[in-house]
Structure formats: structure tokens, C-alpha cells
């Protein structure tokens, strides 16, 4: 029997997209034409015994009723099918997001377990089945003739886990592109070494922003576009975290965590938990938002930022201002950043379309916008928020480890120490965003006390990558093993050693040269 529950639509944040389009249909387009994200037209809700049953069914099935729950347009037995494979084997722990209590009161969500070894995998393993899902349905309908090439600008670990995801997906390829010099050593080998038929990868010669803007470029160039669709029938996707797809699965691992802190006596049933995020673009914590409020006990939501502290700032202030802004190098980059892009969804449900509108075209001519005071109420009500120093994220590892034998990636340190600060009477429950050993070098520095800025101690100074994990299994003997994945990359053969020029003229030719393949 095939049960369908009713479908959702969905509208965008700034009220310019009128189309009402699926689950389907947001994920394949991404943002929303007029540059809005989409959102639910409504929000699903769950009671507490249906979120506390979660606690006795495997993970997949888990997310499967949260997303039956928020309406997709597959049927349910397509949707289990897809979250079997994507919650499956090649999770290195069979609860895929385990809870851990590291200490009385504080408990951990594990979202490394997946093949990158980083929190993007709980989301990139799922999206891509569904993106290819979703394009298949269109293809069969009539809607559309065409498959998807999607263009991955990274500064390390999205990159990895979108060439995991969409690795030999159905009417999907995958091009990545990288800056040169500018991800570890270990990030890199990642991504050059990537399996599958329908994937390239390129460095690129300049920063990060430089390969962003130029995979921008590339995107809005109207010719390159045509010359795509009319030769090879393909279009453009860029799968980026604000779409949909992505930010979906995020909200079922806190309704997962909240049914497993129940079941092992770290919340009374229904009293609430408080959850403290590392923060970068949003998108982790706004899945908590909205885990929220679909029903889940959650208190207060704890923002931890990194010394890049623009969203501490807006949530203390209400006033989100980068005109002056320095970006700061940190030991957790995969929060430096300076426009939050998914703050945007949490400010619509809070104030709505146009309010919306407002602030983004002032923090797109004056790169600062103030919400009104009842929204800045609000955002007060609903987050707290606290930043920590790039030698503070390094201390907390070292001082954790030796208090309690469990070894924190720096990600993982941000939230664990703002959550020590701010905790109250309830449990927290901290959000752990990577295995230790993705960022092997700032954790040795922690466990030697070694300042964030000095070069490591002698020694060590001329180990590699790998051979600095071994260093850390030395020293930390509690730290537990090297993921599989992670520690086979030095074996694997690199596939892809090409570099392009920045800028979209560079981009396009490494496309152009890819697809000739
Ligand atoms: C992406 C990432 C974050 C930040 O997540 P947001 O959803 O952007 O807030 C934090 N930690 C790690 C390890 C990440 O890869």
C-alpha cells in the first residue's frame, strides 16, 4: 500500500517566489528566484509519546517519519527506501548520531560517525537521494529533460562530503573546486582521492573567496549556462547549505537525540534539554529552531561562535553589521564566516517576508541591517549566545581530555565551552561537528599546549598529517581510533592533481576540459 501524506509547499523567506513548489521541486532549484530560501508554507508537529517511540527504531526510520511528517512529496515506502541507504553502512557506528554524557548534565550528539568524518555527512549523505530521487520524477513527468551538474566551491569540508554524497548518483555529476594551497593536507587528499564516475576535482589557483566568486560567475553566466543545456542537455545546481534539502535531515537528528536523552535517563519525558551549537552559517542550529517548534522539548538554543563572533554579536546587539569586519583565521574554519546565510529563515518565521526584504537589501548596500524591537525580542527569548578565542577553543580540548578522557575536534570545543558558561538547571546537550582527527594538527597544539599561532613543538614540526594522528593516539591514548576512511587516504590513489585559474574563465575550462573527459 502506498501512503501518502499530505504534501507541503513551500514558499521563500522574502515572498517573491509564487510558484508553490514541492520538496522536490526546492531541492533540484535551491534558492529561490528573487534570491530568497525556501521555506514550509506550514510546519508538521510531533507529540511527545511519537518523538519518545523514536527511541526504539533505527536511525533511518527515525528520519524517515520526520520527513514523512514534513510532508515530501515520495511516498513512504520511497523515502524509507532512500534513508536505508543513506543512514546505512557506511556509518562507522550503527546509532549514526549517538548521544554521549562526557559529564553529568552535559551530553554530546556525535555527528561524525558518516564517511567525511564532519556533521555535513548527516546531511550529504541524504540530500543527494532525494536531489537524484526528485530529478528521476521529474524526468518521468515530463517536467524536465535534463540532468544536473552541480558546482561545489570549498574551503575543505563541504567539498568532501558533496563528492561522497553525489558520488555515482543517478542524473547527477559533481565538479569541486578548492583554493590551492589553501586546505590541509589531509582535506586535500580527501578530495583527490574520491571514488566514482560522475565526480572532478580541481585546485584552484587563489583563496577561497576567490574560487566562490568564480563558481558564482560561472553560475550566473547566461552563455556558459546555454552551452551546457543546449550540448549536453545538463544544468547547473550548487547543493549549497541553504538549500532544503540539506537543512531537513538536520532537524531529525535533534528529534532522534531528544527520544535517545529519554531513553537513557538524561531528561525527564517532556522536561526540556537546552542544545548549544558551534555556529557558523546557521544551518545546524536553525534545524534545532525548528525542531523546536515542531515539539520537541528543546529550552534554550546556545549559539557558540568563533572569534569570527558576528552572530554573538547580532544576538546580543540586533544589529548584524559586517561593514567593518575583519575575517579571522581560526582552528574551527568551518565556522569562519561572515554572512550567516540561513539567519535569513530563522528572521522570516520570526517577522515575516517583508521584513525580510528589507534587512537583506540593507545588508547588501550598507552591510548592516537592525531588526525592530519585537523581533529582536524575540531572537532574545529564543538564543543565547557566547564566542570563544582561538587559544580558549584550544585550552577546553586540552582540559577536557584531562578531566574526562574525551578528546574534542576545535568545532566541537567552541560549544563546549560556551556551553559551560551558560548552562542553567537543565541538561545541554553540546553538538560535536567533527572527529578529532580532521584537525589532527590544532589538536596536537592542544593536548602540548601549544599556542594557536606558534609553530608546533620540535619534533613534531616535520611530521605529516597522518603521522601527527599516530603523535595524538601517543599522547591522548583515550582518543580512540582514526576513522577507516580517513586513515586508508594515504594508499588510495590521487585521481585528481589539475589546477585552474581563478576567476570564471578558469572555472569554465576546467568544466569544459572535465565533461570531454
Ligand atoms: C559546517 C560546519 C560547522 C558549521 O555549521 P553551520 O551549519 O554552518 O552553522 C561546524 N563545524 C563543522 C565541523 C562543520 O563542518
Not at 537524484?132 to 544536473?148: I, N, P, T, W
Not at 536553525?286 to 522539548?297: N, T
Not at 581560526?330 to 517577522?351: F, G, H, K, V, W
Request: hydrophobic share 45%.
Amino acid at each position: 500500500m502506498h501512503i501518502t501524506m499530505k504534501q507541503v509547499t513551500y514558499t521563500d523567506s522574502r515572498g517573491l517566489d509564487t510558484s508553490r513548489p514541492t520538496f522536490s521541486e526546492v531541492v533540484v532549484r535551491g534558492i529561490a528566484p528573487g534570491g530568497g530560501l525556501y521555506v514550509p508554507e506550514s510546519l508538521p508537529s510531533f507529540a511527545l509519546p511519537e518523538i519518545l517511540e523514536l527511541a526504539e527504531w533505527p536511525y533511518w526510520r527515525r528520519a524517515a517519519a520526520v520527513f514523512s511528517r514534513f510532508g515530501v512529496d515520495f511516498c513512504a515506502e520511497h523515502v524509507d527506501a532512500l534513508m536505508q541507504s543513506a543512514y546505512g553502512a557506511q556509518w562507522d557506528d550503527e546509532r549514526i548520531a549517538p548521544v554521549v554524557e562526557v559529564v553529568a548534565g552535559i551530553h554530546v550528539l556525535e555527528l561524525w560517525h558518516g564517511p567525511t568524518s564532519a556533521f555535513k555527512d548527516m546531511a550529504l549523505q541524504c540530500m543527494p537521494l532525494f536531489f537524484s530521487a526528485a530529478v528521476d520524477k521529474m524526468q518521468a513527468s515530463g517536467e524536465l529533460a535534463d540532468d544536473y551538474l552541480v558546482l561545489v566551491a570549498t574551503s575543505g569540508d563541504t567539498g568532501k562530503a558533496a563528492l561522497e554524497g553525489f558520488a555515482d548518483r543517478d542524473h547527477t555529476s559533481i565538479v569541486v573546486f578548492y583554493p590551492a594551497g589553501g586546505v590541509s593536507d589531509i582535506q586535500r587528499l580527501q578530495m583527490v582521492t574520491q571514488r566514482g564516475g560522475n565526480v572532478g576535482v580541481f585546485g584552484v589557483l587563489g583563496n577561497f573567496d576567490d574560487c566562490q566568486n568564480a563558481v558564482k560567475a560561472a553560475f550566473n553566466d547566461q552563455a556558459f549556462n546555454a552551452e551546457l543545456h543546449g550540448e549536453r542537455h545538463l544544468k547547473l545546481s550548487s547543493a549549497n547549505s541553504i538549500n532544503w534539502g540539506r537543512l531537513l535531515p538536520q532537524i531529525a537528528y535533534y528529534v532522534s537525540a531528544y527520544a535517545d536523552m529519554v531513553a537513557e535517563g538524561g531528561v525527564k519525558p517532556g522536561s526540556p534539554m537546552d542544545v548549544c551549537v558551534p555556529t557558523g552559517n546557521f544551518g545546524n542550529i536553525l534545524g534545532a529552531y525548528y525542531a523546536k517548534r515542531i515539539g520537541v522539548p528543546i529550552g534554550r538554543l546556545l549559539c557558540a561562535s568563533n572569534e569570527n563572533n558576528v552572530l554573538a554579536d547580532f544576538i546580543s546587539t540586533g544589529t548584524y553589521d559586517i561593514s567593518s569586519r575583519v575575517f579571522v583565521t581560526t582552528p574551527s574554519p568551518s565556522m569562519d564566516i561572515l554572512i550567516s546565510s540561513n539567519l535569513e529563515r530563522l528572521l522570516y518565521e520570526l517577522a515575516g517576508a517583508e521584513a525580510v526584504r528589507g534587512w537583506m537589501a540593507s545588508l547588501a548596500a550598507e552591510r548592516r541591517f537592525t531588526v525592530d524591537r519585537e523581533t529582536f525580542a524575540a531572537v532574545r527569548e529564543l538564543l543565547t549566545a557566547d564566542w570563544v578565542t582561538n587559544d580558549e577553543s584550544l585550552a577546553t580540548i586540552g582540559r577536557v581530555y584531562a578531566e574526562r578522557g574525551y578528546l574534542m575536534d576545535p568545532h566541537t570545543a567552541v560549544a563546549w565551552e560556551v556551553a559551560e558558561r551558560l548552562r542553567g538547571e537543565d541538561p545541554v546537550l553540546v553538538v560535536s561537528t567533527a572527529h578529532w582527527a580532521k584537525f589532527g594538527t590544532d589538536v596536537f597544539k592542544a593536548l602540548t599546549q601549544t599556542a594557536y599561532d606558534a609553530p608546533l613543538p620540535k619534533g613534531a614540526d616535520s611530521l605529516s598529517g597522518l603521522e601527527l594522528l599516530d603523535e595524538v593516539r601517543r599522547i591522548a591514548p583515550n582518543a580512540g581510533s582514526v576513522p577507516t576512511p580517513l586513515a586508508e587516504i594515504a594508499v588510495l590513489p590521487e585521481r585528481f592533481g589539475e589546477v585552474a585559474d581563478a576567476g570564471r574563465e578558469g572555472i569554465e575550462a576546467a568544466v569544459r576540459g572535465w565533461l570531454e573527459r
